[in-house]
C-alpha cells in the first residue's frame, strides 16, 4: 500500500481506471467520401499505429503513477482488466499494459496480461444498450420535442440541406447522429493528414463539432439528466462503488481494475457524476477513482482526470463534496444516479438473458482474485 506522506497519513487502497480507446480510423464513411475505406489498410474502426503508442505513453504515465502501488510485473491478485468487445479497445488495453508493465526479461519480447469482454449485446456496464431501454427512449422523446431542442434544429435546417449535397446522404440519414459520423469521418481523416473535400472548410467543421456537442449534451444533460443517468453511467458508478466495497469486506488483494472503453463510456460517467465538461474526450482520456484509508480508518475517494498527455491530470471534485471526498457522502450523493434494477427501471416488457449475463462478469474477476486470496492464506497456514 502507498502511504502519500507522514503528515497526510492517508493510504492508496484501491484504483479503479476508466480510459478511452487510443487513435483510430473512422466508423464508417459516407457516399461522396473521396477517400473511401481503401484508405485504411486496416480497415474501419480499427486502432491506428499512432493510437498504440498513445496507450502505451498512458501505460508508462500509470506505471510513474503508481510505481509504489503496484507490483513492477504482473500478478493477477494484483489487477483486473476489462474492456469492451471491440477490437480497438482490447488492442488499446493491451498496449496500455505494455506500458503499465515493462518487460525487463529480453527472452521474452512480450508478457501477455489477461483482458476480460462480455459481449457487446450483453454488456450493459460499458456500452448500456440505451436504444432497448423503453424508458430512456422516452426521455429522449421528451428532450428532443423541448423547444430549446427544436430551435436548434431549425437553426441547422439550412446547414443540414447543404450537408445532403455535400455528402450525398438520404434525409432519413441526416440526424445530428448522421451529422456526427460525417464529423468523425472527416476528423480522422484530418488527424491523419488526409486531403479533406473542398467544402469540408474550417466554418463547417466548426458546425458539425457543435451539433456533435449538443448531441451530447441531449443524451447526459438538458433534460431529467439524473434519470438518464441510471440508465447509462450510473450502473458502471455503482460497480465501482460496489466493488471496492467486496474488496474491503473480504480483505482481498485486488489494487486495480482496469476498463478499457470509449468516449460514450467516459461522457455517460462523467454526466452521471456531474463533473462533464461539455468537451468530448480525447483518444486514451483517462478518469481514475483513488480510494484511500484515513488514518482514522474510514475511507475517501478522490479523482483525476487526464485529457492531455503534456499536462498533469486534472483534479476532479464531486460537486457538493471535498477532495478526498468521504466515501459515505460520496456514496450518499451519487445514489440517485445508481440504479437499483435496470431492467425494471426501463421498463422492457421481458427481461433477457442479459441481465444474468452482465452479474456473472461484475463478479467474475472478484471470485477469481478471491479464489487466489484464499490460496495464498492457505499456503501461509
Not at 500509470?62 to 469492451?84: D, G, M, N
Request: a positive charge.
Amino acid at each position: 500500500m502507498l502511504l502519500l506522506s507522514a503528515a497526510q497519513e492517508r493510504t492508496l487502497r484501491f484504483v479503479t481506471l476508466v480510459y478511452r480507446h487510443g487513435d483510430r480510423s473512422p466508423l464508417g464513411t459516407y457516399p461522396t467520401d473521396p477517400h473511401k475505406a481503401a484508405a485504411w489498410p486496416h480497415g474501419f474502426q480499427q486502432l491506428s499505429e499512432v493510437g498504440i503508442w498513445q496507450q502505451k505513453a498512458l501505460g508508462q504515465f500509470l506505471r510513474e503513477r503508481y510505481a509504489e502501488f503496484l507490483s513492477t510485473s504482473y500478478k493477477p491478485q494484483e489487477i483486473y482488466v476489462r474492456s469492451t468487445d471491440y477490437d480497438r479497445t482490447i488492442m488499446s488495453a493491451q498496449a496500455n499494459l505494455m506500458g503499465l508493465y515493462p518487460n525487463s526479461n529480453p527472452q521474452i519480447a512480450w508478457k501477455p496480461v489477461p483482458i476480460h469482454t462480455v459481449p457487446t449485446k450483453y454488456d450493459k456496464l460499458l456500452k448500456p444498450p440505451t436504444r432497448t431501454c423503453q424508458r430512456y427512449q422516452q426521455l429522449m422523446e421528451e428532450t428532443i420535442n423541448l423547444p430549446s431542442y427544436q430551435a436548434k434544429l431549425e437553426e441547422w435546417k439550412s446547414f443540414m440541406e447543404k450537408m445532403a449535397n455535400y455528402t450525398g446522404l438520404k434525409s432519413e440519414q441526416l440526424t445530428l447522429r448522421g451529422l456526427w459520423k460525417v464529423y468523425d469521418t472527416l476528423f480522422c481523416q484530418k488527424t491523419h493528414n488526409m486531403t479533406l473535400p473542398s467544402w469540408a472548410t474550417p466554418q463547417v467543421l466548426a458546425t458539425l463539432s457543435e451539433i456533435e456537442m449538443f448531441n451530447i449534451e441531449a443524451h447526459v444533460g438538458m433534460y431529467a439528466a439524473q434519470e438518464k443517468a441510471r440508465f447509462t453511467g450510473g450502473l458502471l458508478l455503482g460497480a465501482i462503488l460496489s466493488n471496492f466495497s467486496k474488496i474491503v469486506c473480504q480483505d482481498l488483494p485486488l489494487k486495480m481494475i482496469m476498463y478499457s472503453a470509449h468516449d460514450s463510456t467516459l461522457i455517460a460517467l462523467q454526466g452521471a457524476l456531474g463533473v462533464y465538461n461539455g468537451h468530448p474526450p480525447p483518444y486514451t482520456a483517462c478518469h481514475g477513482f483513488e480510494f484511500y484509508q484515513e488514518s482514522n480508518n474510514s475511507f475517501s475517494i478522490a479523482m483525476f482526470y487526464r485529457n492531455r498527455s503534456d499536462q498533469q491530470p486534472h483534479v476532479l471534485a464531486l460537486p457538493g463534496c471535498p477532495t478526498p471526498c468521504p466515501l459515505p457522502l460520496f456514496i450518499h450523493l451519487t445514489r440517485r444516479v445508481v440504479p437499483q434494477d435496470w431492467d425494471a427501471e426501463c421498463q422492457n416488457p421481458q427481461r433477457g438473458p442479459g441481465h444474468t449475463v452482465i452479474a456473472l462478469a461484475a463478479v467474475v474477476g472478484l471470485l477469481s482474485v478471491a479464489l487466489i486470496g484464499m490460496g495464498i492464506l492457505y499456503w501461509r497456514r
